[in-house]
């Protein structure tokens, strides 16, 4: 736990936010659960608390559970900025466990080289960029589950035991969609290396890990396919589809400058893997050459503007591929580590030669948070809250703010630009719809009135006030028919504008409420006798386990 502090020292001595490329996105989706929380729902379907207030679908498109590690923190600690830190903190501390104990069940007994492989895969300039430069939190997530992921491949191969591989698939596919499809194709092709290994009764078993990963990750992709066929949806930013120049992210791995590529110490497996070739057992010989794969194939040496019009376009980024030698080569460090470390008679020297590699894992852990927190600490406070005319800046391509107390927390919380998985329909009038104006339009037209709103657990209350008997289309997005609408107390049927936002026809002048709740109880009621039905197959050991 100790380490895990110092991976964010640099951060908790201000005590303040610094700005990342999607941190205010991943603030908004634990601000929507925390606030769900407080109402008993921990599963949220839409928006109503963040996100501009207006109904998105985004809490189901995306997988929540990161969120609610740090949700948890917030109701335990309640101060925002600290208890972010303090899930960092557990984050970092969850992935060491899992790090440790994955590299053992492998290499039984071998504690030099499963501490070194814990502490340097979660000490990386990568993590810690992913954590702080991009604050992609679904990424940092899913890479806490990768060494677990490939020890129950391991195991999967060796013994036919799968239930390892089941809950690191489903913990992957419940934190980060992109890094699931990654680690599937990964899967496969370390698969069809070993083809020779793959028995009848292995693939039964391999049947039943995915079925049992279909089940316990239904909260997330039942809910997605519900909302995703119900409506064309915009899609999540494209990138341009590049390779990566070599060696230019050489450089970044020599210089612990590396955002995107990989560590030194990833690079240093890389060389020893090598050196030690001949003695590496099998399975660190196939990583190896996975490793060099993925570098190759990622690079500017494959024509990937190719690819741009194409579905493979999705992955946005070349580089994220690389996870996978960061992971591998280290494992690979951490193996060859232990070997050297051991052929020392001595203890104390043993001791000593293992002391100096934490030693220097740390200090290339501070240079990475100096880093970010050097280039974000005379960055703009966010004073006030954020409106589509007065947003977060950039400074170098990088969002470049910071937040030093509560207030200013509460502010990054205002106006959110991003549109991933509105209605293709509502883009038109996004900024009319979204914080904090929340336009209401009068008959069909561009006239609007203003309305206020009062958020609750999947549900808002919108008032406003008109003039004259009119048709109102208010700023909720509505995306498909699992709505409940009440005017003034009254409930009355749903109704659907063009810009696919709730429309109340022939509201009399006055003031009035609409209660508008989304309820999709077949939807819930699937994924709880599924997710537990899961959860019981996994747990569940029956007297003759000797394939589980």
């Given amino acids: 736990m100790a380490l895990s502090i110092f991976n964010v020292i640099l951060f ?51 997988p929540k559970l990161p969120l609610y590690l740090f949700a948890a923190c917030r109701l335990v600690i309640r101060q925002p900025i600290i208890s972010y830190y303090i899930g960092i903190i557990l984050m970092t501390f969850i992935g060491m466990v899992t790090a440790y104990f994955s590299y053992l069940s492998i290499e ?65 596919c419940l934190s980060h969609v992109l890094n699931f499809i990654f680690v599937i194709v990964t899967l496969v092709l370390l698969t069809i290396i070993n083809f020779k290994k793959v028995t009848k009764n292995k693939l039964i078993n391999l049947v039943k890990a995915i079925v049992l990963t279909v089940l316990v990750t239904s909260s997330f992709w039942l809910p997605a396919y519900s909302f995703g066929t119900s409506v064309k949806m915009a899609s999540p930013q494209k990138f341009p589809l590049a390779g990566i120049n070599l060696p230019k992210y050489l450089f970044l791995t020599l210089t612990n400058s590396t955002w995107s590529s990989i560590s030194i110490v990833a690079l240093l497996g890389l060389i020893l893997g090598f050196v030690f070739y001949r003695t590496l057992p099998k399975y660190l010989k196939q990583i190896l050459w996975i490793s060099i794969f993925y570098i190759v194939v990622i690079s500017n040496i494959f ?97 470049w703010f910071k937040a030093t107390n509560s207030y200013e927390y509460q502010n990054i919380l205002g106006f959110i630009g991003t549109k991933d998985y509105y209605p293709k329909n509502t883009l038109p009038v996004f900024d009319k719809i979204g914080y904090p104006e929340h336009h209401a339009f009068i008959n069909n037209t561009a006239i609007t009135v203003p309305t206020k709103n009062k958020a609750g657990s999947n549900q808002s209350d919108i008032s406003f006030h008109s003039s004259h008997t009119a048709s109102i289309e208010l700023p909720f997005v509505i995306y498909n028919h699992h709505y409940q609408i009440k005017l003034d107390s009254k409930k009355i049927p749903l109704n659907i504008s063009k810009h696919q936002l709730l429309l109340i026809k022939n509201v009399k002048a006055g003031t009035h409420t609409v209660h508008v709740q989304y309820k999709n109880n077949a939807i819930t009621i699937a994924v709880a ?17 000797h394939s589980v």
Wanted: net charge positive.
């Fill in 108 to 172: 039984q007994g071998k504690t030099i080289g499963a501490y070194t492989f814990a502490v340097a895969y979660m000490m990386s300039g990568l993590l810690i960029n992913t954590n702080f430069t991009a604050a992609d939190l679904g990424i940092s997530f899913s890479l806490l589950f990768l060494p677990l992921v490939f020890a129950g491949l391991y195991h999967w191969l060796t013994s036919n035991h799968y239930k390892m591989l089941t809950v690191g698939i489903s913990l992957i």
């Fill in 303 to 399: 024509p990937w503007y190719l690819l741009q019009d194409t579905k493979i376009s999705i992955i946005q980024f070349t580089w994220r591929f690389l996870i996978f030698p960061q992971c591998f080569l280290i494992l690979i460090f951490s193996y060859c580590l232990n070997d050297i470390i051991q052929r020392f008679s001595k203890k104390n020297v043993r001791r000593l030669v293992f002391s100096v590699f934490i030693l220097v894992f740390l200090v290339l852990s501070l240079h990475s948070q100096f880093r970010i927190t050097h280039f974000e600490i005379n960055a703009p406070e966010v004073a006030s809250p954020l409106t589509k005319d007065q947003n977060l800046q950039y400074k170098d391509g990088i969002v």
């Fill in 529 to 545: 006798l599924m997710t537990v039905a899961g959860f019981i197959a996994i747990i569940y050991v029956p007297k003759k386990h």
């Fill in 12 to 62: 908790l001595r201000y005590g303040w936010l610094f700005g990342a490329q999607d941190f205010q996105f991943h603030l908004q989706r634990i601000e929507e659960l925390y606030q769900n929380s407080q109402h008993f729902n921990f599963f949220p379907s839409i928006a109503t608390f963040a996100f501009n207030q207006n109904g998105s679908a985004v809490m189901s498109m995306y």
